[in-house]
């Protein structure tokens, strides 16, 4: 078991959900809305399930570190207040999660195959929904540009071994990532929302 590896994927799926969450409300259609907040919700439980494998108590390791000792991917900190850059980002990160979980399928731990493949079948719903905008905004200028702009923070969602595959899935060629260890500005802020609850309760608050 990589534990470094798995704490990176847990720590991505938990600031997406936290990130994706914030369309919540104001999302270009009720449609969204639902949709947008199933899809954060299914992430922080992902988070979740992984972080119990790497702990005995999961919230120490959600919200008890301090900013720098988290291990998510820069393109999932991002603080996306345009639908088209924000749906960019979905496609691509669900490219780059698939090639990942489809790997840890096949860990030696039983216990790591074993969740990979329950998340993987319920990562489903997302690719369809993320191929879903693809195909609506493939054609428009913001869309294509938004892709190009996220491309090297969405390298840097993978361990250099898988980036060629990401590189070969979407026809791109790889360039120099962004990668883990790097705080986008935006990350302090989200931290400190998202821990604020536990903080302010003296035996700190659970899941």
Same mark, same amino acid.
């Given at each position: ?5 798995l704490?990176?994927?847990?720590d991505?799926?938990l600031?997406l959900?936290?990130?994706d969450?914030?369309?919540?409300g104001?999302? !270009?259609?009720? $449609?969204?809305?639902?949709a947008?907040?199933s899809i ?6 992902h988070?979740?399930a992984? =972080? ?6 999961? @919230? ?5 570190r301090?900013?720098?000792? =988290?291990?998510?991917a !820069?393109? &999932?900190?991002?603080? #996306?207040?345009?639908?088209?850059r924000?749906?960019?980002? *979905?496609? #691509?990160y669900?490219?780059a999660?698939?090639? *990942?979980?489809?790997?840890?399928m096949?860990?030696? @731990?039983?216990? &790591?195959?074993?969740l990979a493949?329950?998340?993987n079948?319920e990562?489903? =719903?997302h *690719? ?7 195909e ?9 540009s938004? &892709?190009?702009? +996220?491309?090297?923070y ?8 898988? *980036? ?5 899935? #979407? ?8 990668e883990?260890?790097t705080h ?5 802020? +989200?931290?400190? $929302?998202?821990t604020?609850?536990r903080?302010s309760a003296?035996?700190?608050a659970?899941w």
């Amino acid at each position: 078991m990589n534990e470094l590896l798995l704490l990176g994927l847990a720590d991505d799926e938990l600031i997406l959900g936290w990130r994706d969450s914030e369309w919540t409300g104001i999302a !270009p259609m009720l $449609e969204e809305d639902v949709a947008f907040s199933s899809i954060a919700q299914n992430e922080i439980g992902h988070a979740r399930a992984v =972080y119990e494998l790497l702990a005995d108590d999961a @919230d120490v390791l959600a919200f008890d570190r301090k900013p720098e000792e =988290y291990r998510c991917a !820069p393109l &999932v900190e991002l603080h #996306l207040l345009d639908w088209g850059r924000t749906i960019a980002r *979905r496609c #691509l990160y669900e490219v780059a999660d698939e090639i *990942r979980i489809t790997a840890l399928m096949e860990d030696d @731990d039983a216990r &790591v195959a074993g969740l990979a493949a329950k998340i993987n079948r319920e990562e489903a =719903y997302h *690719r369809m929904h993320a191929e879903m905008w693809r195909e609506r905004l493939a054609d428009t200028p913001q869309f294509r540009s938004a &892709v190009d702009e +996220l491309w090297r923070y969405a390298l840097g969602v993978l361990p250099p071994k898988q *980036r060629e595959a990401l590189a070969a899935r #979407l026809g791109r060629e790889q360039v120099d990532a962004v990668e883990r260890g790097t705080h986008d500005d935006a990350f302090a802020a +989200l931290h400190d $929302e998202m821990t604020m609850v536990r903080r302010s309760a003296p035996a700190g608050a659970q899941w």
